[in-house]
């Protein structure tokens, strides 16, 4: 009878005896032969650690980043609150008078008399009068609203 051919058989790797890379990096650093196995698992673990630096690297970048637009937008609302306080304060002391445009008659305006115009000839005659009149009481002492009683 024929025997079958026997097959040459390949040597086997050593496999490694854990997949912890750190005790697989400490058994070849202790002086043991690594094996195929052993020494894709730590190139792998390398690769993986290198991915991670890069990772944290980006992390650290981001939060920078997002600390940088925070203080950024915490300075607008800050610029903003105390623009918009000012303009109040502002009004608040202002003691101008404002002359509104003067509803004005056909005729003036066909003159070139609109009520732009009418208004302003008023501003003008009573800052003539202001500084005709002399007096020791303050101008802002006086009353302008007649609404109250």
Known sequence: MNEPKAR??????????TPDAV??????????APSEA??????????????????ARNEIFRNRIRSIRDIAIAAMVV???VAVGAVVWSASRTTGLVIQP????????EDGL????????????????DTATESIRPATSFRNDWSEG
């Open 79 to 81: 610029a903003l609150v």
């Open 114 to 129: 609109d009520g732009r115009a009418v208004a302003a000839l008023f501003q003008d005659e009573l800052v003539r009068l």
């Open 8 to 17: 040459p058989r390949r040597k086997r790797t050593a496999a490694a005896t």
């Open 102 to 109: 003067f509803s004005v008659p056909p005729e003036l305006v």
């Open 38 to 55: 052993a020494m894709a698992v730590l190139r792998s673990h390398a690769r993986l650690l290198d991915h991670q630096g890069v990772l």
């Open 23 to 32: 005790e697989i990096a400490m058994d070849v650093a202790a002086g043991a």
